[in-house]
């Protein structure tokens, strides 16, 4: 009695079967690593905090302004510092590593993920910051949010985002 075809024939289905659960296993793995290293420089607490202190300086008139602007344009605002050509804003820019801010309508920011993604939006942002806003899922009852990246250089240079209500 000679078996030796059949168990050459079921190592070799075994050996598929096992290659392709592992490499399966491996994508899997693979994606959920590169999502995690994304989400690294989303909303860390320090940042959260600098943000919150940003929006304490920055509610002014000229605030107040922009937010009262929202309803004009879609929902959604970004504060350049060119817009801003005080001292003061150069210097908040500056000194607290700011890259762009983007004053969004809460009842507007599916609106807006939908603008993303179709590529639609009049926003002067970095693609970066363009995924950070599909991101960000917001279960407060604030009427705004302002969102905000920050380019931070020591060793090397790495965008960090946050946002805070409004």
Do not use: P
Not at 8 to 36: C, D, G, H, M, P
Not at 81 to 107: A, G, M, P, R
């Amino acid at each position: 009695m000679k078996k030796c075809g059949f168990a050459f024939l079921e190592s070799l289905i075994a050996i598929v079967v096992l290659t392709s659960s592992l490499l399966l296993l491996y994508n899997t793995f693979k994606r959920i690593i590169q999502s995690q290293e994304q989400k690294k420089y989303d909303d860390q607490i320090s940042y959260i905090y600098r943000s919150e202190y940003i929006k304490d300086l920055i509610y002014n008139d000229d605030f107040k302004n922009s937010i009262n602007n929202l309803n004009d344009n879609d929902g959604y605002i970004e504060i350049d510092k060119n817009n801003y050509n005080s001292l003061f804003y150069n210097n908040l820019f500056k000194d607290y590593e700011v890259n762009s801010l983007v004053l969004i309508k809460t009842s507007e920011l599916k609106n807006l993920k939908t603008c993303l993604y179709s590529d639609s939006c009049h926003l002067d942002i970095s693609s970066s910051f363009k995924n950070y806003l599909k991101r960000i899922n917001i279960d407060i009852s604030a009427d705004n949010i302002l969102a905000i990246e920050y380019k931070t250089c020591y060793h090397n240079c790495h965008n960090y985002y946050s946002w805070v209500s409004v």
